[in-house]
């Protein structure tokens, strides 16, 4: 949704969102565009209402910009109508190896002037309209943000080693929508060609989470008394997960509809895992998957091959018994079946770990608690609640 919101401001008019997540960071982020003068209007029923033709740079509000990671989103757009802009760091996960220098080295070879003092981040930019070819890495954001960026700039601009995860095609199909002129190649490149005004006054359903529905499937599949039915569990983008979910000895039925019938585990079996950039493991269902393992018997390996130290999380399921080796920043193992003993308070490195650490309480016969709450607010909408509904002995604090 995000990235949405960020393309939402070159169209710089009226868009109407329909399935818009309420959580955190989506609402930090609307509060940041209705503070620089974008009119919002979010519904009950999960629309949206957005006019972005009145902003003014003046009103940016550096504090919030602080809070969330996707703020970074919000560079291409005001730069394109403003021409300058310095906001501070961005904030968000404390995940290692996530800095943002690939956003400003691209940022660089679109002829931006960029200065970077340890605590701000001080932009300008000139137009030119020369052809280019950049490497997104297969970083989600960088794709995003090098599509923004490049859609209204004239040339033809070659995004290559693009990410296409369900939320980045979610953005394309959006510009595309607004008349954009995208072409997606078969070897992960994108192509860009010039527009002169996007469409506006036009409506667009925001993608569903694939991520929430993985982790759903994770906690029936060890909480459940028998079986869960997951409707839009968007099960074409979880393939891979799903396929390792099977190998370990969870059963799944697809009852068409994109409806999927997760049952409670018999006896589960040792899986290796290794993440890798869509549409294989995704790194963000790492965590959950974990907790799964650690009900397995032998030995399970996780191979984290996106992010250095990722796994550090790891620690705190060993606070409650886990029998854990991590081997270097990329590897850990994880070794036989894991009866998990009391540990009155644990602590989440990001966001994944903190429902992750919520799954392994969930399985315990002793109270846990989680601490860092505002991670869970951040990118998963009503998880307690949710979890309320389906039975769970779980509450705010």
């Given amino acids: 949704m ?42 009950e029923n999960w629309v949206l209402n957005l006019d972005t033709s009145g902003l003014d740079i003046n009103k940016l509000n550096l504090e919030k910009i602080k809070k969330i990671r996707a703020s970074i989103l919000l560079l291409s757009p005001i730069l394109f109508f403003f021409k300058k802009i310095t906001i501070p ?70 995004i290559k080693n693009s990410a296409i995860e369900p939320h980045v095609m979610n953005v394309i ?39 929430e529905s993985g982790t759903f499937m994770i906690i029936w599949a060890l909480a459940s008394e028998k079986f869960i039915d997951i409707k839009n569990a968007r099960i074409g983008d979880l393939y891979s997960f799903i396929e390792k979910l099977e190998e370990a000895g969870v059963k799944v039925e697809d009852l068409w509809w994109d409806t999927l019938r997760v049952y409670k585990y018999e006896n589960l079996k040792k899986v290796d895992i290794q993440t890798n950039i869509f549409p294989a493991f995704p790194t963000d269902l790492q965590s959950p998957f974990a907790v799964l393992q650690t009900q397995a018997k032998w030995t399970s390996k996780i191979h984290e091959v996106l992010f250095e130290w990722r796994l550090n999380w790891l620690v705190e399921l060993e606070t409650m018994g886990a029998q854990i ?66 039975g769970a002995d779980i509450k705010e604090i």
């Fill in 89 to 158: 760091f961005p904030g968000g996960c404390s995940i290692w190896a996530r800095p943002i220098d690939a956003h400003l080295n691209w940022l660089e070879r679109i002829w931006y002037n960029v200065e970077f003092d340890g605590e701000n981040i001080k932009l300008d930019w000139e137009l030119k309209d020369w052809n280019i070819t950049l490497n997104a890495g297969f970083w989600v954001t960088s794709t995003e943000n090098l599509l923004v960026a490049n859609v209204l700039r004239k040339g033809e601009t070659i």
């Fill in 325 to 390: 080796s991590i081997l270097n920043p990329h590897q850990a193992i994880i070794n036989w079946k894991t009866i998990f003993k009391p540990n009155k308070l644990v602590t989440s490195w990001d966001l994944r770990a903190w429902a992750s650490m919520v799954i392994a309480g969930l399985i315990t016969d002793w109270t846990t608690n989680v601490e860092k709450m505002e991670y869970i607010f951040r990118w998963y909408e009503n998880f307690v609640w949710k979890l309320q509904k389906l």
């Fill in 2 to 43: 995000l990235p949405l919101l960020g393309a939402s401001l070159l169209v710089n008019w009226k868009v109407t969102f329909t399935n818009v997540p309420k959580i955190g960071d989506v609402l930090t982020f609307l509060e940041i565009i209705e503070e620089l003068g974008a009119k919002v209007d979010l519904k």
């Fill in 173 to 211: 199909d959006f510009l595309r929508k607004a008349w954009a002129d995208i072409k997606i190649r078969f070897d992960h490149s994108i192509v860009i060609n010039w527009v002169e005004k996007l469409k506006d006054d036009f409506e667009f359903e925001v993608v569903g989470d694939y991520i």
